[in-house]
């Protein structure tokens, strides 16, 4: 378990620097938030959280990726486990299923943590398929893994957490080998799926979000009613924002959600696009990063690992900020690093763990 | 696993160029993203930020009107009626202009003071402030006609408690008012925000949460200059339930009456259940002036007065209790067969004990007398005799029993618990020895601290056959019982309570409390003077209002069948059988629909006797003598 000292040598410290200013200017923009509302000290509990998981990234960095790949199977197995046992017993909260009850009222959000486990299982079965190239059918064992993981996510119901695993999937099959053509026929697949989906599996409350993203004027006051809200918080924001605690849109208090999957919004707002290129701007630079240590790792397994993770954070940063824009339907899905909520904050440094770790085990030894 | 050894030979290049594929991808949204913001906010950000300035949702609460209360018997005590409120909405500390000023010359309040707490207000700049409370309808109809010149100005409807009796209930109902900044900060109470009305005193402040209804929510669309351009939404507010106490407001408007110019406390309750039926403290204050924010020169006028308005005197006053405080000695001398009610004293006007002289408060001396004549008469010369024969720790310990020195735990906030001079506090607070000569001066109600509520208590202990009450208002909230601790059975032997009932009757039979004497109804009561000054004092000025003793009269009545017990307690009124006893007598008379026929009240019998006034004792150092500590009475 002890780290081997010449491995904090090749830590790297901009990537994690780089998270650790994200997430102090989410714990302010929390603050910002919420401080005028009628549940504050939410960034005390932020900072908590935060402190928690850096602690528990230290123990991720500790362990050698490759076995932990290894032991993707029982991890799997365990998280599947405890997303069943959610669905079947969790607490109902705000008509979903999503939180698993610890010991003293702690809540844990499993899904968060599902889908790093995913990234494991994906990195694995991939890398022993040792041929060049794939084709559809290789796909099927572990395209037939993360769609029960996700199928399991979406019924609690977490779309926007189910929706990370199609990233992931699809990027580490593409950088397995998967022809070219077997790519289109996935999405054509995929989006078969997703029509049958749209028909029999989503409820109302789901399509009519769909319809008023298209047409957010139907229902000002409901569904769309997220939407202009943003919308206006952001472009609102100018060049220069508002100023701290002074976004008129965050501060009366109709955006909703603002200081967990709109926490963008507040910040657009009130720091304005200087905010925005410099928030976006970190970002870039550590997805950058992990894309780098995927094309430095030793091995595929590494490689697979640390692209699948990065998939996962782009698409969850560029889902969210795209959405506070207004640019893709309201979803439930947190921006990682900076959006209140601890198992949000646990899952994105265990994400940004599992990247040092292959890039600080590149060297043969 | 095989990967680890195969690693070497894996030809990654594949891997590496297509990694290398989606990293210029996700660089691509991401810069994609950057410029939809560019997009948003600067080149649409006028658009947006007008949008932000002409769409906004405000949230503002409808306050829920308190529960009403009502008494006994269904009559109102305190309700809510409608009040307008003038308000202003402030978007920015310095958007108001000359509004505030040309308002307050439509409507005059001072508009630096509204100015003042506009720019108090923390975070958001947007509040609406209360500009001018419970406005006349003159205000309303000026601001009304001036929506569109004066568009910050706008008038809401709020419900204000309102307490038809005003002074008479101050000190039991209390009074409601806006949070404090302490108390907000304090968290006195759970869960509420800056603005809320709550209980500051009596039963609105101890019943606070239980009366408080839960507001409603009004979502209004303001427009840049934050008036109200359409309602969104609106959650109706949920009222306060209904409480009926346990007051009886004919018992109460008799109290008033009788209490009238004068200062001091009474409170009467059923000697069975400890329901209090009147409750009163005064002088006073109007409660009403609290509801819709007192004014700074008027709370300032109640806490400089003399008189001091503001103390809630039957819970918070201590007073000697004088001789009422032979209601004790006999209990307890009676129940520790001390004495019986046929043991005699001599008092000759004096007693030498612990070598110096004690004197009675008639100084020609009552004669031998028994318990029953002595409590009559209130001599102290007995009760010298039963305090040194019971000694301080058992004095102690039955006045503690009933009660002294301690909150009675009557349903109101900031009780206060008195003082009871022994032993224990002695060493406790003086480090310093007790002499038996304090003993003395303890038997006749010196060096302790009473309420009126907690001698109340004792007349009701005698009243119900020896059970110590918990006083209290509540009756049920919301249509459910309020429930408090029963009756506690002290242990006292009947014939105890019902030689003390008998000595009682006579006291107003034919004793100091002739003067609550009623026809047909047997009153059983006992007065009591509590000094104010020294001896020395009083003679220098017999006349000071503010050296005369404090007079008492504690009472309960019909005697056979008791329904009421009360305590009088009338401050610098003297003598408590000249000053307490008629204001006593007074009440029952009236509560009773019977004639007074005490003296003064009706044609005076020959030679009412006069109330003690206690004599200033001076405890000396002295060892007890042999022969009086072993002297037997008969």
């Known amino acids: 378990m002890a780290i081997d000292r010449r491995l904090l040598f090749n830590i790297d410290w901009g990537c994690l620097g780089a998270a650790l200013i994200l997430m102090g200017i989410g714990v302010a923009t929390i603050l910002s938030a919420t401080f005028a509302g009628r549940n504050t000290g939410l960034e005390i509990k932020q900072l908590y959280a935060v402190a928690l998981g850096l602690a528990g990234m230290l123990v991720v960095v500790s362990l050698d990726y490759r076995r932990l790949v290894d032991r993707a199977p029982v991890l799997y197995l365990a998280a599947v486990g405890v997303l069943v046992y959610v669905l079947a017993f969790g607490p109902r909260i705000a008509g979903t299923r999503r939180w698993f009850m610890g010991p003293g009222g702690f809540q844990v959000q499993p899904s968060e943590f599902a889908k790093l486990v995913a990234a494991l299982l994906v990195a694995k079965l991939f890398a022993e398929a040792k041929k060049e190239t794939l084709g559809v059918v290789d796909l099927l064992v572990p395209g037939a893994a993360v769609a029960l993981m996700a199928v399991l996510i979406a019924a609690e119901p977490d779309l926007g957490t189910a929706f990370t695993l199609v990233p992931l999937f699809l990027t580490v099959a593409f950088l397995a080998g998967l022809r070219v053509r077997a790519i289109v026929g996935v999405f054509l697949v995929m989006m078969i799926v997703g029509s049958l989906g749209w028909m029999f599996a989503l409820k109302e409350y789901q399509k009519s979000r769909i319809y008023t993203f298209l047409d957010p004027n139907l229902d000002p006051r409901g569904a769309g009613y997220q939407k202009i809200q943003s919308e206006i918080a952001v472009g609102s924001g100018g060049m220069a924002g508002k100023g701290y605690k002074q976004g008129t849109q965050s501060q009366l208090g109709y955006l909703p959600a603002r200081h967990t999957d709109f926490i963008f919004s507040v910040l657009a707002e009130e720091n304005g696009f200087v905010g925005v290129v410099a928030v976006l701007g970190l970002y870039m630079f550590i997805l950058w990063r992990a894309f780098e240590t995927a094309q430095m790792a030793r091995d595929r397994v590494g490689a697979f690992l640390a692209a699948g993770i990065a998939a996962i954070l782009s698409f969850q940063v560029v889902y969210n900020v795209a959405m506070v824009a207004g640019l893709v339907p309201v979803k439930g899905l947190p921006l990682p690093l900076m959006s209140y909520g601890g198992s949000s904050v646990l899952s994105s440094l265990f994400a940004v763990g599992l990247i040092l770790n292959v890039r600080m085990r590149r060297f043969a030894n | 696993m095989g990967t680890a050894r195969v690693r070497i030979y894996e030809d990654l290049r594949t891997v590496q160029r297509r990694v ?31 949008l932000a300035e002409n769409n906004r949702i405000r949230a503002l609460p409808i306050p829920a009107p308190r529960g009403p209360l009502f008494d006994r018997k269904g009559r109102i005590l305190a309700e809510n009626r409608s009040s307008f409120n003038v308000v202003v909405t402030s978007e920015r500390k310095d958007g108001l202009g000359g509004a505030l000023e040309r308002l307050s010359r439509l409507i005059s309040f001072d508009p630096a003071e509204v100015r003042e707490r506009l720019n108090n207000t923390q975070g958001p700049r947007f509040r609406t402030v209360v500009v001018k409370a419970d406005a006349s309808d003159e205000d309303v109809a000026t601001i009304e006609a001036r929506r569109l010149e004066e568009p910050e100005a706008s008038v809401d409807v709020v419900p204000l408690r309102s307490y038809p009796l005003g002074v008479g209930l101050a000190h039991s109902l209390g009074y409601v008012g806006e949070i404090s900044d302490r108390q907000l900060e304090s968290g006195a109470f759970e869960k509420l925000e800056a603005g809320s009305i709550v209980g500051q005193a009596g039963v609105e402040l101890q019943y606070n949460r239980e009366l408080m209804g839960r507001d409603g929510l009004r979502r209004i669309v303001v427009n840049s200059r934050g008036v109200e351009v359409t309602e969104a939404e609106r959650k109706a507010p949920l009222d306060g339930p209904p409480a009926t106490l346990t007051i009886d407001l004919d018992l109460q408007a008799a109290v008033v009456e009788a209490m009238a110019g004068k200062s001091g406390s009474v409170v009467a309750i059923d000697p069975n259940s400890g329901e209090i039926l009147a409750y009163l403290s005064t002088p006073a204050f109007d409660p009403n002036a609290f509801s819709s924010g007192i004014k700074a020169s008027e709370w300032a006028e109640l806490l400089k007065d003399p008189e001091k308005p503001l103390m809630n005197r039957p819970i918070q006053g201590g007073y000697a209790p004088g001789s009422t405080f032979k209601l004790v000695d006999a209990l307890a001398a009676l129940q520790e067969r001390v004495i019986t009610p046929q043991t005699k004293f001599n008092c000759p006007g004096y007693l030498s004990v612990y070598n110096t002289v004690i004197r009675c408060h008639k100084e020609s001396g009552h004669g031998t007398v028994d318990m029953t004549q002595a409590i009559a008469l209130s001599c102290n010369v007995y009760f010298y005799n039963v305090g040194i024969r019971l000694e301080i ?31 224990e506090w002695k060493m406790r607070t003086q480090q310093a020895r007790w002499f038996p000569a304090e003993t003395v001066s303890v038997a006749i109600g010196q060096a302790m601290s009473v309420t009126p509520i907690q001698l109340l208590r004792v007349a009701a202990v005698v009243a119900n056959g020896g059970k110590l009450v918990t006083p209290h208002f509540m009756k049920a909230v919301g249509g459910r019982p309020v429930d408090f601790p029963a009756p506690k059975d002290l242990g006292f032997r009947p014939e105890v309570i019902a030689a003390v009932r008998e000595a009682m009757l006579s006291v107003v039979s034919e004793g100091t409390g002739m003067r609550a004497k009623l026809e047909g109804i047997q009153v059983a009561g006992k007065t009591g003077s509590a000094q104010v000054v020294t001896h020395a004092r009083l003679e220098t000025n017999k006349h000071a209002r503010e050296y005369q003793p404090h007079g008492w009269f504690v009472c309960f009545a019909p005697a056979e069948n008791p329904k009421v017990a009360m305590v009088v307690m009338v401050e610098h009124g003297t003598a408590g059988g000249t000053s307490a006893a008629p204001v006593g007598g007074q009440i029952l008379s009236r509560y009773f629909g019977v004639r007074a026929i005490g003296p003064g009240m009706t044609p005076p019998p020959d030679n009412p006797p006069v109330e003690p006034s206690p004599q200033p004792l001076r405890a000396q150092v002295a060892p007890p003598s042999p022969a009086l500590a072993q002297a037997r009475p008969n």
Do not use: C, N
């Open chain 2, 20 to 50: 290398g594929v989606v990293q210029a991808l996700v660089a691509l949204v991401l810069a994609g993203l950057l410029v939809y913001f560019w997009h948003l906010q600067v080149i649409r950000g006028k658009y947006f930020r007008d």
């Open chain 2, 393 to 423: 720790e058992r004095l102690s310990r039955y006045a503690h029993m009933l009660g002294f020195a301690q909150p009675t735990g009557v349903d109101l906030p900031h009780e206060l618990p008195g003082l009871f001079q022994d032993p």
